[in-house]
């Protein structure tokens, strides 16, 4: 049973426990910055465009916090980097509203009335809703159905839960066990590990001897390329499934040959350059891919696009709201529909602060080292 938790706590815990988080604030119109705010750096300038005005005035300030070091660093670092390139990006197109941006590293919470757009994917950050925190990545429990709907589709009848033990695993592994019982899909065994675990072969034998038919791993890395070494050695020979949560280049990297045949639901940046031309997403992917190449000389992963994504929403909705006004700012974002990101196709609402649907993921697989689009 799941401990009921108080929804502001909750929210909190799963920010900071992910180590995965973006939180976008709007500070407008501050004619000193406060000594707690870090601006982020420039970037290398680019070459000049002199059809744009260059913007003027207060810069509109638009916090984030990333996590870029420790285990939270291959989520946080593109993140930052991404945030990076869309200030130099945007001020070279003239900014927003003739003002500049400038991102900055600023806390900020739903009691102080600021737009807050999460990176991190827990449903309980959005559900219930809360007037001003909105999340950008496909949610764990949308996770748990995409999932589910492809172990239905494979004829798996039976699963096996592995998950770390914090806020992002307890979500998600409770997420899927819903999803499994609404799809007739059988929870055999569930265990649990530490984050800061190295070695899961005592869970995963207990795993092994209850034959499921395939095995789900909740957790972001390192635990989960731990696992999966694990797993391989036991000879555990159903399918290994993992979540969003390990949907970069690292995750590949910590787990060697143990990766391949590693599959999950993930988001379309991973894979963009096999994703349809007809794909509504596929121009903004492929932009985004060329850009961010261009300048750190490797490819964005899904947590790069979360960042995107973010900090395009609060853009947009500034732009909208047509003042560098909160409350303004948190309507604008809250009627946002059809907006086409990294992560999916936006279309939030006064019920809905994430905005996605399950066809935000694909279904990917692990090949010679490599993300393969499967379904």
């Known amino acids: 049973m799941r401990r009921s938790i108080r929804p502001e706590g909750a929210r909190v815990a799963l920010l900071w ?52 070091t420790g285990r939270g660093a291959p989520l946080g ?16 197109k003239g900014g927003v509203l003739g003002r500049p ?11 102080a009335s600021v737009p807050l757009v999460s990176c991190a994917a827990g449903r309980t950050i959005t559900d219930p809703i809360a007037s001003f925190v909105f999340a950008v990545p496909q949610t764990n429990a949308l996770t748990g159905e995409k999932i589910c709907q492809v172990l239905t589709d494979k004829g798996i009848k039976s699963i096996a839960m592995l998950s770390v033990d914090n806020a992002f695993g307890t979500d998600g592994a409770a997420n899927t066990e819903t999803a499994a019982k609404a799809a007739g899909i059988e929870v055999v065994d569930k265990q649990t590990y530490g984050p800061d675990d190295t070695d899961m072969t005592a869970q995963l034998t207990k795993i092994k001897a209850a034959s499921p038919g395939a095995v789900v791993i909740w957790g972001t890395n390192p635990g989960p390329a731990s696992a999966t070494k694990n797993a391989r050695t036991l000879q555990i020979d159903v399918p290994i499934i993992q979540s969003h949560g390990v949907a970069n280049a690292k995750f590949i990297e910590l787990a060697g040959d143990a990766a ?40 964005p992963d899904t947590f790069a696009g979360h960042a995107y994504d973010a900090i395009h929403l609060v853009v947009k909705g500034l732009e909208a709201a047509g003042e560098a006004d909160r409350a303004k700012l948190r309507d604008a974002i809250e009627a946002t529909q059809g907006f086409v990101g990294t992560a999916g196709i936006f279309n939030y609402s006064p019920e809905d602060h994430n905005g996605l649907t399950v066809d935000a993921f694909v279904w990917v697989k692990i090949e010679d080292g490599k993300w393969k689009l499967a379904g």
């Open 17 to 68: 426990a992910v180590l995965a988080l973006l939180v976008l604030s709007l500070v407008a119109g501050c004619a000193k910055k406060p000594d707690e705010e870090t601006p982020v750096p420039p970037g290398p300038k680019g070459p000049a465009k002199t059809e744009t005005k260059a913007p003027s005035g207060e810069p509109i300030k638009i916090g984030a916090i990333f996590s870029v």
């Open 77 to 92: 670092e593109p993140e930052k980097q991404t945030a990076e390139m869309l200030q130099e990006q945007i001020n070279a």
């Open 101 to 111: 941006i400038e991102i900055i590293i600023k806390d900020t919470c739903q009691k």
């Open 260 to 299: 391949n045949g590693v599959e999950l639901p993930a988001g379309r940046p991973i894979v963009v350059d096999q994703i349809p031309d007809d794909d509504p997403q596929k121009e903004v992917l492929a932009q985004f891919a060329k850009d961010f190449e261009a300048r750190y000389g490797s490819k």
